[in-house]
Each structure stands twice: as structure tokens, then as C-alpha cells.
């Protein structure tokens, strides 16, 4: 979290005055100008792991693993600005002249919600001279952002968003393979090679393009300010002009249903000699294409 100073909230209500900006050096006076960031981020998450061992079968040994993964998070970023406003003046000649006015719609807090459930099968065959890893990874990601509220201060009434979910989901297989060949008996040269595909995982910021619970840090209306004539502290009626010189309007933005999960593929080769007790020498190749 990210608070109002204790000195702040120590002040008697009479002293404390929205936010003020010199705009020609950029100082602030006053309460944490980009308001108070509340942030809470929850999982619950359920793992499960299998492994057997078979001597034999096949004619090699197995280590047979399998497993599954299961995890609900949620998380909301409470967002407020004193009084909703933040005031701004510029020095002409030595003397302050109040210039602008920030408005915001908070009180406003944005939720998101994700799931994911994974599992996975693997086994890895011991022959003589040749190990070889086998496995298989199935994921699947959705979101959603829930119902939510936003505004009711001083500037916007309270709006009540409804729950949009996500326009895609993400279920996928990776294969994991890896072979380790023996070269010679002695076991001091070895050959390695390996193919593997990763996917990213999904997190909420895929999503939060779409939602219209903006957090906007500068505010989502400018108005010609006058100036504090009564010297309250707090925007009067009288004391800017009601009408704004920019609005702050949330894209319409949109999230096409086929967005694919990003993916990694991988290639491995190398090989490794041992060259005395307790040290060796190898060479290794990776690549990888990102798409």
C-alpha cells in the first residue's frame, strides 16, 4: 500500500488542503499528490504430485512422475485522491496565479479475477547408455473483471461497471523431451540434446486494457481554476470554471477472441568430457524463437 503520511492524517481537518502543484518546478505541497494506492492480491492454489518407480519394463527403468495444479486469485487496487483534486499555479513575476484544476472520479477501485489449471506427465527411461526424458504439459488460463465501482466524490457520481469477461482463454501442450547419451563406457564423455515449448502465463494485466474502471493518475477533467478565495482549501462553486478545458475519456478498447499465448520453443545440444577428477570441459548450443 501506498498511504496519506502519518503527518498528514495528523493534521486537524481544517489544515489539510488538496494537493498543490508549482507547475514551473514541478513541487508539490500537501498530501501524496498521486493519491493513496491500496493494492491486495490473493491466491489460493492446490498442487499434487505423483512419481512411481518401475525397474525393467521395457527394457530400461522408469521414474514416472505426473501431477496437477490448480490456483483461484483475485485482487483489487483501491484508489483514492484527497478531495479529488489536485490544484496547480505557475509563479508570473514572483506572484502565484492559480492555473488549472485536476478532477478525479475516486473514490474508485478496480478487481480482476484468473484461474488456471495445469497438469503434466513425465517419465524419464534409463537404458545402459542412454537416459531419455519424455513429458507432456496441458495449461489452461481464463479471467474475468468482476462488477465494480468507481467515482461518487466530488466531481463524478458513483458508477456501477458490470462483469466483463475475458474474450479468450488459453489452453495449451508443451512437450519437455531430453536425451543424455553415454558416448563411452567410462562414462567421461557425454552427448546431450533436448526440444522443450514454454507458454507464458497469463496475468491480469492481459486483461486490464478492457476495463473501463480507469485509474487515471492526472486526473479525468481539467478545469480553469481562480483560485482559493476563501482560503478553505477546497474548490468552491465560485472558484473555477465549470467548464472543462480537457475530459479524460477511456479508450473502447477491445481484445481480439483468437490473441494466442505467447510461446518459447527451445533447442539444446551439448556435449561434456571429463577431463580429471572434478573437472570437466563442455561445449553447449542454445536457441530459442519467441512468437
Do not use: C
Request: hydrophobic share 30%.
Amino acid at each position: 500500500p501506498s498511504q496519506f503520511s502519518d503527518e498528514f492524517n495528523a493534521l486537524p481537518g481544517s489544515q489539510k488542503t488538496s494537493a498543490t502543484q508549482k507547475v514551473t518546478t514541478g513541487i508539490f505541497t500537501g498530501p501524496e499528490p498521486t493519491g493513496e494506492r491500496l493494492r491486495d492480491a490473493y491466491r489460493v492454489q492446490t498442487n499434487i504430485g505423483l512419481t512411481r518407480y518401475i525397474d525393467s519394463w521395457l527394457g530400461a527403468n522408469h521414474q514416472m512422475r505426473s501431477g496437477f495444479e490448480n490456483w483461484y486469485g483475485w485482487g483489487s487496487d483501491e484508489f483514492r485522491v484527497f478531495n479529488d483534486t489536485r490544484l496547480r499555479y505557475r509563479n508570473v513575476a514572483g506572484v502565484a496565479q492559480p492555473s488549472e484544476i485536476y478532477a478525479y472520479n475516486t473514490p474508485l477501485t478496480q478487481r480482476t479475477r484468473m484461474r488456471n489449471f495445469a497438469a503434466f506427465v513425465q517419465d524419464r527411461l534409463n537404458y545402459s547408455k542412454v537416459t531419455l526424458n519424455l513429458g507432456l504439459r496441458w495449461s489452461y488460463y481464463d479471467g474475468v473483471i468482476p462488477e465494480q465501482t468507481g467515482g461518487g466524490g466530488r466531481w463524478f457520481p458513483q458508477v456501477t461497471y458490470p462483469e466483463i469477461k475475458t474474450p479468450y482463454k488459453w489452453s495449451t501442450l508443451a512437450p519437455r523431451t531430453g536425451l543424455v547419451w553415454k558416448v563411452t563406457e567410462d562414462g567421461r564423455n557425454v552427448a546431450k540434446g533436448a526440444y522443450n515449448r514454454y507458454f507464458e502465463s497469463m496475468y491480469t494485466t492481459e486483461f486490464d486494457t478492457i476495463n473501463p474502471n480507469v485509474i487515471q493518475t492526472t486526473g479525468v477533467a481539467t478545469y480553469t481554476w481562480f483560485g482559493d478565495t476563501n482560503g478553505n482549501g477546497i474548490v468552491d462553486p465560485a472558484e473555477y470554471n465549470p467548464n472543462p478545458i480537457s475530459v479524460f475519456t477511456p479508450r473502447s478498447n477491445s481484445i481480439d477472441p483468437n490473441l494466442k499465448d505467447p510461446k518459447n520453443d527451445e533447442i539444446m545440444f551439448a556435449y561434456q568430457r571429463e577431463v580429471m577428477a572434478n573437472v570437466s570441459f563442455s561445449s553447449q548450443w542454445i536457441q530459442r524463437w519467441f512468437s
